[in-house]
C-alpha cells in the first residue's frame, strides 16, 4: 500500500455551514468545504512555508538548470547541498533567484497600490525593472517598451514566446494571496499572467496558483492536484496532459521514471518557442508543468523526495522543483519543513533578492496581509487570532489555444547580416528569424524593414542593449499557404552595428510527414 499523504481535512457541521478546523490524519479529502477556519498563526506560517519552499526548491535545482534536456538526471547523479548553500548563490549567482524576484515584482505593486491596483502598473514595474530577463517574458517587456500593452504584450501573434513557462515561474503569489480561493487567483492571473503568455503558457501559472491556493485547505496532495486542474479547460493541450500525469500516476505508483518517460513520448514536442523547436531544449509550460506534477505525486509529502523527483525530471529544473517545494512547503507550513533546509534559508532571510528591497522576511508580511484582505473581500471573516475563509470550487478559466494552424517544418540556416541575407523563401504559413543586434553604443536601436513579396509588413525598432532587445528579430504567422519571398531593408546603418540574422524557422498548416525510405 502507497502510504497516504499527511492529513485531511475534518468536516464539522455547525449551524447548517461547514468549517473545517482540525486535519485527523489517515483520510483523505473528498470535496472542498464551504468554509475552512484556521489561526492567523498558522496562516502566517503556510504564506511562509510556500515562499520558504519556493526558494530553497529553486537553490536545489540550480545547478542541473538547463544541463539535463530531454533526459532525466539519474539517482547516480549527486546533486550538492552543503551549510551556507543558500547564501552563496544569494551572494555569487543571485540571478537564480527570478522566478522569486519576479514574483515579488507583482507583490509590491500590490502592496503599493491596493489589490485593485491596474494591469499597466504590473506591465510597467515588470519591462522597467533592472533585472535581465528572457523568452516570453523578454518579449513582454520589448512589447509594453514599444507600447504593446498587456493582453496583446502576451498574445501569441506578438510574442513568440507565449507558450513557454514563464508566468508559470511567477504565478506562485497569486495562490499564497488568495489561501482556499483558487478562483481569486485565477482572476489575478488572468490580469498579470497575459502581459507576458497566452494559452498553455498562461494555463501553468493558473495550474500553480490554484495549486497553492488549495494547499491551505488540504493536506492530501492528489485532492489538490486533481481538484486545482478544474480550473483548466479540459479542452486545452495542457489540461491533457496533466490528466495524464494523474492517470499514470494511479497506474505507475511506485515508478516516477515510467510516468517521465510516459510524459516524453507524448507530451514532449515544442511548437511555439523558436529556441525549443528541433533541439532537446524544452521551456515549453506543458512539459515542465508535468514534471512539477511528476515531483509532487511521486514526493508523497516528503519535502526532499518531491523537490529531488522533479528537480531529476530535467529541463528547467531550478523553477519546477521550486513550484513543487513551494507548494508542498503550503501544505506543510513552515514549522513543519525540515530543519535541515530551513538552516541555511534562515542565514538570508534579512537578506535583499537581487533587483529588489525586498527579503524573504518582508515578503512573508507583504505576502500575509494580502492574504488576509483578500479573504475579506471574497467573503470571509478576519478575527484577531484566526480567519473564515469562503472557500471556492475550482472553476476553468476561458479557454485560449496558441499557434493555432501552425506547425514546425524546417529550419533554414541564413547566418547572414541584414545586408547580406537578400531574399529568404519560404513555402509555407509562417516563419521566425532569429538572431541579434551588436553596436560599440548599446544605446543604438537599428530600423529594420520586412517585405513580404515585395510589401512591407512590418518597421521594428531593434535595440543592441540586452535588457531591451527583440528576442527575435521578425515574425509573421497567418500568411496565406504557399511560397513567400522575404527581403529586408536597414533603414539607420552604423559602422560599428551590425544586425544578423541566424535562422528562420518555418512553419506550414500541417505536420511534417517524415516517409522512412
Known amino acids: 500500500m502507497k ?9 464539522v457541521l455547525i449551524g447548517g455551514a461547514i468549517s473545517c478546523s482540525q486535519q485527523p490524519a489517515g483520510q483523505k479529502t473528498a470535496t472542498l468545504p464551504e468554509t475552512f477556519t484556521i489561526s492567523r498563526e498558522r496562516l502566517l506560517d503556510k504564506i511562509k512555508g510556500g515562499w520558504a519552499g519556493q526558494t530553497i526548491g529553486c537553490t536545489y ?18 546533486i550538492p547541498w552543503t551549510d551556507g548553500y543558500i547564501k552563496w548563490w544569494y551572494e555569487n549567482s543571485p540571478g537564480l533567484y527570478d522566478d522569486v524576484y519576479m514574483d515579488l515584482t507583482f507583490v509590491d505593486v500590490f502592496d503599493r497600490l491596493g489589490l485593485d491596483a491596474p494591469v499597466d502598473s504590473f506591465a510597467m514595474a515588470f519591462a522597467t525593472a533592472g533585472y535581465p530577463l528572457w523568452h516570453a517574458n523578454q518579449s513582454a517587456r520589448y512589447n509594453i517598451l514599444q507600447g504593446i500593452m498587456p493582453p496583446a504584450s502576451g498574445h ?6 507565449a507558450d513557454d513557462l514563464d508566468y508559470q515561474i511567477e504565478a506562485d503569489y497569486s495562490g499564497l494571496m488568495s489561501p482556499g480561493m483558487p478562483n481569486a ?3 489575478i492571473s488572468d490580469k498579470i499572467g497575459h502581459i507576458m503568455n497566452y494559452g498553455d503558457g498562461w494555463y501553468g501559472g493558473v495550474y500553480v496558483g490554484a495549486m497553492y491556493s488549495l494547499a491551505f485547505v488540504s ?5 489538490i492536484v486533481t481538484e486545482a486542474l478544474k480550473t483548466i479547460p479540459e479542452q486545452s493541450r495542457y489540461y491533457q496532459c496533466m490528466s495524464d500525469v494523474i492517470r499514470w500516476h494511479a497506474e505507475f505508483p511506485d515508478d516516477w521514471k515510467r510516468t517521465w518517460f510516459e ?13 525549443g523547436v528541433f533541439v532537446p531544449f524544452n521551456i515549453d509550460a506543458v512539459i515542465n508543468s508535468a514534471y512539477i506534477l511528476i515531483g509532487l505525486l511521486y514526493g508523497e509529502g516528503d519535502f526532499f523526495k518531491t523537490m529531488d523527483i522533479a528537480t531529476r525530471c530535467g529541463q528547467d529544473s531550478d523553477c519546477n522543483p521550486a513550484s513543487a517545494a513551494g507548494i508542498l512547503g503550503t501544505v506543510l507550513g513552515y514549522s513543519r519543513i525540515p530543519e535541515y533546509w530551513l538552516k541555511n534559508l534562515k542565514e538570508v532571510e534579512d537578506l535583499n533578492f537581487a533587483y ?4 524573504l522576511n518582508r515578503t512573508y508580511e507583504m505576502s500575509f496581509k494580502q492574504a488576509l484582505q483578500m479573504i475579506e473581500r471574497n467573503g470571509g471573516k478576519v478575527g484577531e487570532k484566526e480567519v473564515t475563509i469562503a472557500c471556492q470550487s475550482p472553476v476553468p478559466v476561458r479557454y485560449e489555444k496558441a499557434f493555432e494552424g501552425l506547425f514546425p517544418q524546417n529550419l533554414i540556416h541564413v547566418n547572414r547580416n541584414v ?3 537578400g531574399e529568404v523563401i519560404l513555402d509555407g504559413t509562417g516563419i521566425v528569424f532569429k538572431g541579434y543586434v551588436r553596436a560599440a553604443d548599446e544605446r543604438y536601436v537599428a530600423r529594420v524593414e520586412m517585405y513580404m513579396d515585395g510589401e512591407c509588413v512590418e518597421t521594428a525598432n531593434l535595440p543592441a542593449a540586452s535588457r531591451t532587445r527583440r528576442n527575435d528579430l521578425f515574425w509573421k504567422y497567418q500568411i496565406p499557404k504557399g511560397k513567400h519571398i522575404f527581403t529586408f531593408k536597414w533603414l539607420n546603418p552604423a559602422p560599428d552595428a551590425s544586425v544578423h540574422f541566424n535562422e528562420a524557422l518555418v512553419y506550414s498548416d500541417a505536420p511534417l510527414q517524415v516517409v522512412h525510405q
Open 3 to 11: 502510504k497516504a499523504i499527511l492529513q485531511m481535512l475534518a468536516v
Open 61 to 78: 535545482g540550480g545547478p542541473t538548470e538547463f544541463r539535463y534536456n530531454g533526459t532525466m538526471i539519474q539517482e547516480y547523479v549527486p
Open 156 to 161: 501569441w501573434l506578438n510574442n513568440p514566446h
Open 185 to 187: 487567483a485565477s482572476e
Open 219 to 223: 493536506d492530501d496532495i492528489e485532492f
Open 263 to 275: 510524459c516524453e513520448k507524448k507530451w514532449s514536442e515544442d511548437i511555439g518557442c523558436p529556441d
Open 356 to 359: 529588489t528591497d525586498i527579503s
Open 419 to 421: 545586408t547580406d541575407v
